[in-house]
């Protein structure tokens, strides 16, 4: 059995995902302690420049035209045979929009298990061990893969995106692409508006989530960020409200942030947010819920009501 560990690419308006250098770092780790390689995968039309900033043993590059767009079906056209052929021990997948939809066609196609939500992979005697998240976070499972082989989908930020320590530049290997399949055609893509913020650029951000209770008590957030410098966002129910633009919503379906600081207010920590936050320098998380999963992430914590610390943090901070 090849000890393989093959990375899907994630790469946008010509730049590769923060979440694939996530994963060629972790890739490296394990090829490194199965004795295998770290081989990325690299799908587009005229991307293969980048494959050369991509730390891993060896890249294996598609380049066609009906990859320049993400395509469910086009993707797992061009990723069947790669895979069917090199049978790596473990196919990484961001655990995003068009990965979880590639990793569960690739699963069914090649009768391959797949463990998605994923906070960790790791190798040991017995082969790849997996701790993925059930149940928005309340449960942490322990995956192994029968067979030994398998494909896993990982939650942004599980690892450092550290990529500079792969030692020069992937072999490239360019391989023909499958028929295209036209399946699914992609249309365009739809962009957020320019919010008032851009809370990707903030360093310090004051994220509230559902235990706010009432739209009015948004006033005390904001008056605790503007003591600490920093903005508002929120989780998924707030923006969904209506109480704080789209733009201001952290997580899955949101944005993806990593600030010096962010707390995390009446958040209860599930996996679609975590996988926009848990980059972040600094997680401080305040919930009145002491078996709330963002405790598993938060460097520090307090279980507390937010309505009780949020204003006593203001003044102390002298807002
Ligand atoms: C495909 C998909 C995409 C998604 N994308 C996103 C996304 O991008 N971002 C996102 O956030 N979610 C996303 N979600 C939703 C996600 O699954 C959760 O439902 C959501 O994150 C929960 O938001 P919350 O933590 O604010 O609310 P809840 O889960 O309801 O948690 C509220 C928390 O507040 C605490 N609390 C209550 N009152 C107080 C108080 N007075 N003081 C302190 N704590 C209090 C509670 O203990 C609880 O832990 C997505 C879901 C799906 C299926």
Known sequence: MSAEILVLVEHRDGA???????????????AAASGGEAVAVLL???AAGLAAGLGAARAIVVDDPGLESFSPSAYQAALVPLVR???????LISNSGPGMDVAAGLSAALDLPLAAYATDVTMDAQGPLVSSQLYAGKIEAKVRFSGGRGIVTVIAGSFSGDSTAAGGSPAVEVVGAAATDERIRFVG???PAAGDVDI??????VSV?????EQDNLELVEALAAALGGAVSSSRPIADLGWLPRTRQVGK?????????YLALGISGAPEHLEGMRGAELIIAVNSDPRAPIFSVAHYGAV???LDVVPALTARLGG
Do not use: Y
């Open 253 to 261: 379906s949101g944005l993806k942030v990593k600030p010096k600081a």
């Open 209 to 213: 989530g559902r235990g706010i209770g």
């Open 85 to 91: 052929e090199r049978q790596p021990v473990i196919v």
């Open 16 to 30: 590769v995902l923060d979440t694939t250098h996530e994963l060629l770092g972790r890739a490296r780790t394990l």
């Open 189 to 191: 893509l739809i962009r």
């Open 304 to 306: 507390a009501d937010l």
């Open 200 to 205: 990707t650029r903030e360093s310090v951000l």
């Open 44 to 46: 587009g039309s005229g």
